[in-house]
């Protein structure tokens, strides 16, 4: 989950420029430079080792009651545990976006 916590790890995108960079021969090195990145697959990032302080500093509540919903069991009901989901990959999205 690299992608969303680079405080710990490192931006895996920054890593991939500097290889980039440090390929062009420092004459070539001049001007200014573009990157596109018209896609950043990443594959599907859903932890992360700080991610519950992260849950419970942004949905304001604590995620271990609802660890079983992301096993695909209910708890309370189907509402609560979808909306638990939602608040699961809401963060997820958040982090991304942050980082």
Do not use: K
């Not at 942004?58 to 695909?72: I, N, S």
Request: net charge positive.
């Amino acid at each position: 989950m690299r992608q969303i916590q680079p405080r710990s790890h490192g931006s895996p995108l920054r890593a991939i420029l500097q290889q980039v960079a440090a390929g062009v021969a420092a004459p070539d090195r001049q001007g200014a430079c573009d990157a596109l990145i018209d896609s950043y697959e990443v594959g599907f990032q859903n932890w992360t080792p700080g991610f519950p302080e992260e849950f419970q500093m942004r949905r304001g509540y604590d995620w271990r009651r609802y660890l079983p919903v992301m096993a695909g069991r209910i708890v309370g009901s189907t509402g609560i545990s979808e909306r638990f989901l939602w608040d699961v990959r809401r963060t997820q999205a958040d982090m991304m976006a942050d980082n």
